[in-house]
C-alpha cells in the first residue's frame, strides 16, 4: 500500500534518468559472459535511459575512477553488480560505502529479506547496499542473475521517486 505522499513524489518524478551499470569481476572478462550486466541493462533500455556499461575488475581504484566518471557525464543512477560478498577479492561494499554521504540502509535490509524468502539463510552472505554520493543513487548487488532480478524487483519503479528527492 503506498502513501499518498509517495504517490504524488511520484507523479511529479520526471521519467527521464539516465543510468549506468558497472559489472564488477575478474572472471567475466568479456560482455558476452556478464549475464547480470546484460539483465540490468534489458530492464533500464525499456523504462530509462542507459547512458553507460562499463566491465571493471575487482579493484577498488578502477571502481571510484568509473563511479566519477559516470557522474560527471550527468548520471543520476549507478547499479553495480558483483563484489559483494565475502570473498577476498569481493571490494565493492566497502568501497562504494566509503564514498556514500547518504546510506539508504532499507535497501539492503530489504534485499535480505526478499532474498531470505527465495533462497533461505544464504542470503545472510549479501553485503547488497545502495547510498547517495554527489546527488547520484548508487544500488550494488550481488552478481547473480537471480540477485539481480530480486533487487531490481524491488527498486525498478521507484528509480524516478529516488532521484526526485535528489534533486530538490
Known amino acids: 500500500m503506498k502513501s499518498e505522499t509517495s504517490a504524488q513524489h511520484q507523479k511529479e518524478a520526471s521519467k527521464e534518468l539516465s543510468c549506468g551499470i558497472i559489472t564488477l ?29 562499463k566491465l571493471i575488475p575487482d579493484e577498488a581504484d578502477d571502481l571510484i575512477n568509473t563511479i ?13 553488480t558483483g563484489g559483494t560478498g565475502l570473498d577476498t577479492r569481493d571490494i565493492t561494499v566497502e568501497t562504494v560505502e566509503s564514498l556514500f554521504e547518504k546510506k539508504i540502509d532499507g535497501f539492503g535490509e530489504l534485499f535480505r529479506t526478499k532474498s531470505f524468502e527465495e533462497i533461505g539463510s544464504a542470503a ?21 542473475p537471480n540477485a539481480v532480478k530480486t533487487a531490481l524487483n524491488l527498486i525498478i519503479e521507484e528509480l524516478p521517486h529516488f532521484v526526485h528527492h535528489l534533486k530538490k
Open 25 to 53: 569481476s575478474d572472471s567475466r572478462k568479456s560482455e558476452k559472459l556478464d549475464l547480470s550486466g546484460k539483465l540490468i541493462a534489458e530492464k533500464i533500455d525499456a523504462r530509462y535511459t542507459l547512458k553507460s556499461k
Open 68 to 80: 566519477e566518471n559516470m557522474i560527471s557525464n550527468g548520471i543520476d543512477v549507478i547499479l553495480t
Open 124 to 144: 545472510l552472505l549479501s553485503r547488497a547496499t545502495a547510498g547517495v554520493y554527489k546527488k547520484t543513487i548508487i544500488f550494488s548487488m550481488p552478481g547473480s
